[in-house]
């Protein structure tokens, strides 16, 4: 189980921050699409939230809509997003994220980490070298999650099929999993995703890689 819990603060410095509010300003304008065709009441602004349920943990990743998307049209500055890694509750959001909307929102979460991984790539590659079976364990599992993210329609793709495989707390990936397994929107969500990403952020706080 991951260990992160509780509300989390990501202020502009912060080397997720960007990619994170990019992509609320996507989620929010899914959300507010939702409450709009349902008719569900609605104010731009308001101090609500949006729960990302996860496949691996008994979490969702709670983030802010109505302000997002709003926000940017308007030209204002965000000073800081929080993020609540809450249990899972039941909820509109969990009841009509399903299906088609499930595969928008999971599109979503892999084109975020895909290019958080493609910046400090250069970075775990300088450190750790070009042979991924070297890296730490947490990054060699988001690679093998940003290559499902690119290659055969999110599922696990290993081009060495020598390659020892991946983990990552329950799941582990192998060239045996080839084309089998389905990564994205499998046994990933999108609020997976932003917990792995939050996590390879702080061991590369921990390592002392620069934000870029």
Not at 9 to 27: A, E
Not at 155 to 167: A, L
Not at 181 to 199: A, P, T
């Amino acid at each position: 189980m991951t260990s992160l819990s509780g509300i989390r603060r990501f202020d502009p410095n912060h080397r997720f921050f960007d990619l994170l509010h990019s992509m609320l300003i996507n989620v929010d304008g899914l959300a507010i699409s939702i409450q709009v065709i349902l008719g569900l009441p609605f104010k731009t602004y308001a101090q609500e939230s949006m729960g990302l349920d996860c496949q691996q943990f008994n979490m969702s990743v709670k983030v802010p809509i109505g302000g997002p998307l709003p926000g940017v049209l308007a030209g204002h500055s965000v000073q800081g997003i929080d993020v609540d890694f809450a249990p899972k509750q039941a909820g509109w959001a969990a009841t009509y994220s399903v299906n088609g909307l499930a595969l928008v929102l999971n599109n979503v979460g892999a084109q975020t980490l895909t290019v958080f991984f493609e910046r400090y790539r250069p970075w775990i590659e300088t450190n750790f070298g070009k042979d991924v079976k070297a890296w730490p364990a947490l990054f060699a599992f988001i690679w093998a999650v940003r290559n499902a993210a690119v290659h055969h329609e999110g599922t696990v793709n290993f081009t060495n099929h020598n390659h020892p495989g991946v983990s990552w707390y329950g799941l582990s990936y192998s060239p045996a999993d080839n084309g089998i397994r389905k990564v994205i929107g499998g046994d990933m969500s999108i609020g997976d995703m932003v917990v792995l990403i939050v996590e390879v952020s702080d061991e590369l706080d921990r390592l002392g890689c620069p934000v870029v």
